[in-house]
């Protein structure tokens, strides 16, 4: 079955004051881990560039029932460790979920070079 619309997760969030570092590492794990998921194409963090710390976190997956897999992965394998985002985050995410057709992530070859 070929893929024509995949769901873009995004989540825009901050750390807790003196939590910076950590909250970022725990972003880097979580999306690592993605990343090696099955129905996972692609996951990332960003961060702002005004030194505010504020991380934009995307993850691509394949479909619905991808994203619940391995959200719920997380959460009992990461979550339990480590305790969860929620105790470093510096407020409430904004959260979003977005069908965005497959064909429309490609990077054009004269932009990667």
């Known amino acids: 079955m ?4 995949v769901l873009v997760e995004t989540v825009v ?3 807790a004051e003196g939590k910076g ?7 880097e794990a979580r999306q690592e ?3 090696r998921q099955d129905g996972c194409i692609a996951a990332w963090i960003g961060q702002s560039i005004d030194g505010q710390g504020l991380f934009i976190v995307q993850s ?4 619905k029932n ?14 339990t460790k480590d305790g969860g985002l929620e105790s470093v985050f ?3 995410p904004l959260v979003g ?11 054009p070859d004269s932009v990667k070079s």
Do not use: H
Request: with cysteine.
């Open 2 to 5: 070929d893929i024509i619309n």
């Open 13 to 15: 969030c901050t750390g």
């Open 21 to 27: 570092a950590r909250f970022k590492r725990m972003l």
């Open 33 to 35: 881990y993605k990343r």
């Open 60 to 63: 691509v997956f394949a479909d």
């Open 66 to 79: 991808s994203w619940k897999k391995i959200s719920q992965a997380i959460s009992e394998i990461l979550d």
């Open 90 to 92: 510096g407020g409430p």
């Open 97 to 107: 979920m977005f069908e965005v057709p497959l064909d429309s992530l490609e990077i």
